[in-house]
């Protein structure tokens, strides 16, 4: 079925639709929410509250974009709040914690690192919490997710050339940040 | 140059991650969620209209009680009335 005969149905509160929608796009929010994340349980969370917002905000969706693309949009939102309300709390757990030095530790627990790259893992996910978000969201999308500056200008709703500019940085604040680690030196 | 390397190699370890299959029973999870959620109300513009219609007829109304009705004298000014009418030295009160 076309994603278009799709929308329609899900417009018309049919439950076969929508357990088709999730089948054929839960993989690529659940890996894209994981991305941003790196942890199963909140990937899983996440995933829920897009297929939950997917559900009561379908009749408000008009097509301008592909379902594909509004469901990405709704996933980077969902996750990017999540990672926000995430340094919220730790914030204000600085203020209540004596000792923070646990709450610098990033947890890696995605099942497609390799044992042997989490620890690199959890120092990359430090450096691109770093970044800005929109840098952030940009880079997690194309070096990630594996979508092309065309897709990512559909999903972000900016230019060709927003997205190249933001690329540009996001290289370029990760250079600096590793210029001022050791992540990659041990490497030959 | 240094930096042109560690990017890469950090770009390599970022793009060697792979992909994860959704955990089972996810469906049946967030069906369950929907239908533990309650409706959205929506409101149609017809009906925020109506609203407004009756909020301004109540107001209108009120303004008109205020400017027309006359002013009745408080309950302070009717206390004061009555202690200066009463007269302690005078039995009349008890002439029942």
Same mark, same amino acid.
């Given at each position: 079925m076309e994603d278009a005969l799709l929308v329609l149905q899900l417009q018309q509160h049919d439950e076969t639709a929508f357990k088709l929608l999730f089948d054929r796009y839960a993989k690529m929010v659940y890996n894209t929410a994981l991305n941003f994340l790196q942890v199963q349980e909140d990937a899983e969370e996440v995933t829920q509250d897009v297929f939950l917002e997917v559900h009561h905000k379908i009749d408000q969706f008009? +097509?301008? =974009? =592909?379902i594909k693309t509004w469901i990405y949009r709704i996933t980077c939102n969902k996750a990017l709040e999540r990672i926000r309300s995430a340094k919220r709390k730790k914030r204000f757990a600085f203020f209540v914690s004596? *000792? *923070?030095?646990? /709450?610098?530790n990033t947890i890696i627990d995605h099942p497609g690192v390799d044992e042997e790259h989490k620890e690199k893992m959890a120092l990359i996910q430090r450096l691109l919490g770093g970044l800005a978000e929109n840098q952030r969201v940009a880079f997690t999308l194309f070096h990630?997710? +594996? /979508?092309?500056y065309q897709e990512i200008t559909k999903v972000m709703n900016i230019s060709l050339s927003s997205v190249e500019s933001l690329m540009f940085r996001a290289k370029s604040n990760l250079k600096k940040k590793l210029s001022t680690t050791n992540l990659f030196e041990d490497e030959k | 140059m240094k930096n042109e390397k560690s990017y890469n190699r950090l770009l390599q370890t970022v793009e060697a991650t792979q992909q994860a299959e959704p955990p089972s029973g996810l469906y049946q999870r967030i069906h369950q969620k929907i239908n533990q959620s309650t409706p959205e109300i929506r409101i149609s513009p017809w009906q925020y209209a109506a609203a407004a219609v009756l909020l301004l007829m109540n107001l209108s109304w009120v303004f008109y009680a205020q400017t027309t009705t006359p002013s009745e004298q408080s309950e302070t000014e009717l206390s004061t009335l009555i202690v200066d009418e009463?007269?302690?030295?005078?039995p009349e009160y008890y002439n029942y």
């Open positions: 008009e +097509g301008k =974009s =592909s004596v *000792d *923070d030095a646990n /709450l610098q990630m997710e +594996g /979508l092309t | 009463y007269n302690l030295e005078t």
